[in-house]
């Protein structure tokens, strides 16, 4: 268990909704990452923030949108979804935001169908 | 441009046999940091090991155990004595030290009984 979570974890919904996907970190952990695994992009970076303030950005498409609450969780919301969307979305958290301070949490993702 | 390459797509092989899969990374940096990840069959992304640039040391711990070397761009993860347990997919990864991971396609290790 890595400390990290992430709900839901499976996600069922149809082309042209809206979901949110709910990320804690873990305890102590300041950053949150969101990454997208999908079967043809692979493992692709979306967008970093570090206690409340975003960090950095990836490929993260313009309908998607992030945010990290005072309390440190954060929210990955997908709008406008599209069949191409469907993916495994993990949250991953690390003390400090930089990676060259030590390994990332990751948590056990939520996996996103769209139909 | 920064890469990661994982040619292995697919391994399989009888448990207890010796496993290595093979990474190699482009980056015109000086400092960056490498990693390897296993995703079981469960999905969850779990950390193995991180290594820096200036640490070519290899590393061992318990059955595996990872090769780094700087002169051919290549971070190789080997199993010794595979168990059915390793059947995973493998990602090998890289960073410069900024915010995003760069990651492999990923290794699936199949190890059969």
């Known amino acids: 268990d890595s400390g990290v979570t992430q709900t839901p974890k499976h996600l069922i919904t149809a082309t042209g909704q809206r979901v949110t996907l709910r990320c804690s970190p873990r305890?102590?952990?300041?950053?949150v990452y969101w990454y997208q695994q999908s079967l043809d992009q692979g493992l692709q970076f979306l967008i970093q923030?570090?206690?409340?303030?975003?960090?950095a950005k990836g490929n993260i498409l313009e309908r998607f949108s992030a945010q990290q609450f005072p309390d440190l969780h954060s929210e990955l919301n997908l709008s406008s979804l599209e069949l191409g969307d469907s993916a495994l979305y993990f949250c991953?958290?690390?003390?400090?935001?930089?990676?060259?301070?030590?390994?990332?949490?990751f948590g056990e993702g939520s996996r996103l169908t769209v139909l | 441009a920064q890469k990661v390459t994982q040619a292995q797509t697919e391994i399989s092989v009888v448990e207890k046999e010796d496993v290595t899969l093979d990474c190699v990374y482009e980056?015109?940096?000086?400092?960056?940091?490498l990693f390897w990840y296993k995703q079981p069959p469960s999905g969850e992304l779990v950390f193995l090991i991180r290594?820096?640039?200036?640490d070519e040391q290899n590393e061992i711990s318990g059955r595996y155990s990872w090769n780094f070397q700087k002169s051919t761009s290549s971070f190789n993860f080997t199993i010794t004595a595979s168990q059915v347990v390793d059947s995973a997919v493998y990602f090998c990864?890289?960073?410069?030290?900024?915010?995003?991971?760069?990651w492999g396609a990923g290794t699936k290790l199949i190890i059969k009984p």
């Open positions: 305890s102590g952990d300041l950053s």
């Open positions: 990864a890289l960073n410069r030290g900024n915010y995003q991971l760069i």
């Open positions: 290594r820096n640039s200036f």
């Open positions: 980056t015109r940096d000086t400092t960056y940091y």
């Open positions: 923030y570090y206690n409340g303030e975003e960090r």
């Open positions: 991953a958290s690390s003390v400090v935001p930089g990676l060259a301070a030590g390994e990332l949490f």
